[in-house]
């Protein structure tokens, strides 16, 4: 009785899944919270731990061949689908439909300073949405550099 | 004899089970709340695999995009569309899409894409030719066997950076392919030894 008592607990434990562990990873579903997902977004005010270091990543960085290399990169994956390889605002999505961006070499944006494409990308601009969550201060400011250098190469005058 | 030979028909019968497509899953496709086509976005379109997947270069997951991503193009494509219903409703409601996952790997594994990305492991090498599939499955069979395969000789499996996101195979030759690979192994000290250590992937 005993031994049968012993091996019922012994097999209590074969039931463990070790495939699908009793934890929450990351885009879990979870019953705890209000939008059925593990991950919750931090309430209204909180600051991250790493909030300083964030902000001293979002100075403008010098201009240096890496970080143009960098921004022509990310421009690479997350702008020229809309404006273009060249800046000209005749990418891909824009031929399915999605209204025309202007081109980089009109005179309002040659005219523009820099912070200003970084600020776009942070904050989005009529019908283009916030890159924020997309693309890291430091990204924002290489491809606005890269920005500067498609209107050299497109005849543009910018600073 | 009779036994013998009815034990290893149920031996092979067992081998053949646990490495079937049944089993790992390999080809299968899930149901998922929208009918979203990879080929379409990235074939089609031309969209680079990190602008959804925008953590995959920094962090051990991929990253789903959140329903704002979806909606940067589809509000304004498509944005009638009865097909994409569910993310205009996930926008207004706050509660995400529901994916269900295609490639997952137990949960005593513990992956890190950002390495592999960092080293040149293109995303084709383990996910197949995503850029053909309309609606996306298993391409590979993600048992220990295939991640055994690649660890203990990684030279085969290393591409350029700038070309870890291209679908398409290099133009390379076997040759010159394993001169890259066997290059970046020694930039990095990359020992097949130590990469099939246990806990390499489990802790």
Known sequence: MKARLILLLLLGGCDQNMVQQPRYDEYERSPLSANGSSMIAPPDGVVAQDAVARAAQAQRPAMTPALLARGRERYGIYCAMCHGVDGRGDGIVPARGFPRPPSYMEPRLVAAPTAHFYDVITHGYGVMYAYADRVSPQDRWAIAAYIRALQKAGGADAR | ?203
């Open chain 2, 1 to 203: 004899m009779l036994c013998v030979c009815a034990a290893a028909l149920l031996g092979i019968a067992g081998w053949t089970r646990v490495r079937s497509p049944y089993e790992t899953q390999q080809g299968w496709v899930q149901h998922q709340p929208v009918p979203f086509s990879h080929k379409h976005h990235v074939a089609d379109a031309g969209i680079d695999c990190r602008y959804c997947h925008s953590s995959v270069e920094t962090s051990a997951h991929a990253g789903l995009p959140a329903t704002h991503v979806c909606m940067t193009c589809h509000s304004q494509l498509w944005a009638g569309a009865e097909v994409l219903a569910p993310v205009r409703d996930s926008l207004a409601t706050g509660r995400p899409l529901v994916w269900h996952r295609v490639a997952q790997v137990p949960d005593y594994v513990y992956f890190n894409h950002s390495i592999h990305v960092a080293r040149g492991v293109a995303c084709v090498e383990c996910h197949g030719r995503i850029d053909t599939m309309p609606l996306i499955q298993q391409a590979k069979p993600f048992q220990m066997q295939f991640c055994i395969d690649c660890h203990q000789d990684p030279a085969p499996h290393l591409r350029p950076p700038d070309k870890v996101t291209q679908m398409a195979p290099l133009s390379w030759s076997a040759a010159e392919q394993r001169r890259y690979g066997e290059r970046v192994m020694a930039a990095h000290r990359i020992d097949p030894k130590k990469l099939v250590n246990c806990e390499m992937c489990h802790r």
